[in-house]
Nanobody, 117 residues
Framework: QAQLVESGGGLVQAGGSLRLSCVASGSTLPIIVMGWYRQAPGKQRELVASITSGGTTNYADSVKGRFTISRDNAKNTVYLQMNRLRPQDTAVYYC???????????WGQGTQVTVAS
């Protein structure tokens, strides 16, 4: 059973930056995809960015050019560098990992990101 532990959330002024980290542990299955989702109050959870074990990335249109996802396969860690943050980026950010050939989904506990205007 995999565990995902996030860190790096917090309060930042609009235009500022934050870096989220997520470490996966507890499973011998290969981690196929790692990613970040977010959920704002009253809204559905949405994909922010994802990255495969081979380094292929995917971004939501709203964060392209501002956020960068990266991954250290040796450390089972995924990062999300968030620049030029906007108040509308305020949400709980969740780390996600898809393990094994079944793409089994695992989630972190979430970390709050608040961008003040």
């Amino acid at each position: 059973q995999a565990q995902l532990v996030e860190s790096g959330g917090g309060l930042v002024q609009a235009g500022g930056s934050l870096r989220l980290s997520c470490v996966a542990s507890g499973s011998t299955l290969p981690i196929i995809v790692m990613g970040w989702y977010r959920q704002a109050p009253g809204k559905q959870r949405e994909l922010v960015a994802s990255i495969t074990s081979g380094g292929t990335t995917n971004y939501a249109d709203s964060v392209k050019g501002r956020f960068t996802i990266s991954r250290d396969n040796a450390k089972n860690t995924v990062y999300l560098q968030m620049n030029r943050l906007r108040p509308q980026d305020t949400a709980v950010y969740y780390c996600n990992a898809k393990l094994g050939w079944q793409y089994s989904d695992y989630w972190g506990q979430g970390t709050q990101v608040t961008v003040a205007s």
